[in-house]
């Protein structure tokens, strides 16, 4: 079974520039996650789509940051304009459904996102 | 609050002997999953184990067992008989259901660098 794919691995951009990264999640995953992950840190949670709804975002810096989920398969996370704080791994994982405590969420290999 | 607290940033340990690593936690939802995840050098997050906040069982899976106190909010990683492969950062996470509406992204700590040496 393929695992959860993310393109591009890596990703140099000057600040202000704006930046795409794109999640294909493991087939058949109702749930899909956009983690941040800075630097000596854990990864920090900054959206979930279950299908293509929105269930939580609060974490999600609106103004520059947007996601979306077309369809209920892939998902995009942009970010418009880019700041220098905004350097980080950014991991896509999914879930089979939201809700269900024994379920395991499946990360992705991330985006190593370098803004300078 | 930090809700997911990991007091040991780095360990080194010999290789073949038993590694614990510590987690606490802070949730007053009843109901809450804890888990392990282990990221390499490579960077993706591989998972380890899942223990449920109802689990009248410790979890174990392999060389991973993880040893849930659940008074003391703790969810400590044991690993037995350490490899080099194990080298790597080793995350505690958590879900909680408080939000309602399916909303369960995980919540992590900040980790520990473990080290095995031959």
């Known amino acids: 079974e393929a695992g959860v794919a993310q393109s591009p691995r890596y990703k140099i951009i000057e600040k202000r520039q704006s930046v795409a990264f794109w999640c294909n999640p493991i087939?058949?995953?109702?749930?899909l996650y956009w983690y941040q992950q800075i630097l000596g840190q854990g990864p920090k949670l900054l959206i979930q789509f279950q299908n293509n709804g929105v269930v939580d975002d609060s974490q999600l810096p609106k103004d520059r940051f947007s996601a979306e989920r077309l369809k209920g398969v892939d998902s995009t996370l942009k970010i418009q304009p880019a700041k220098l704080e905004d350097s980080a791994v950014y991991l896509c994982?999914?879930?089979?459904?939201?809700?269900?405590?024994?379920?395991?969420?499946?990360f992705g290999p991330g985006t190593r996102l370098t803004v300078l | 609050a930090q809700k997911i607290t990991q007091t040991q940033p780095g360990m080194f340990v010999q290789e073949k002997e038993a590694v614990t690593l510590d987690c606490t936690y802070d949730?007053?939802?009843?109901?809450?999953?804890l888990f392990w995840y282990k990221q390499p050098s490579s960077g993706e997050m591989i998972f380890l184990i899942y223990?449920?906040?109802?689990?009248?069982q410790n979890a174990t899976e392999g060389r991973y067992s993880l040893n849930f106190q659940k008074a003391r909010k703790s969810a400590n990683l044991v690993i037995s008989a350490s490899q080099l492969g194990d080298s790597a950062m080793y995350f505690c996470a958590m879900r909680e259901f408080a939000l309602g509406g399916g909303a369960d992204g995980l919540t992590f700590g900040k980790g520990t660098h473990l080290i095995i040496q031959p």
């Open positions: 087939s058949g995953h109702a749930t």
């Open positions: 994982a999914s879930s089979l459904v939201a809700g269900f405590s024994t379920d395991t969420q499946y």
């Open positions: 949730t007053s939802d009843p109901s809450y999953g």
């Open positions: 223990q449920g906040s109802y689990d009248q």
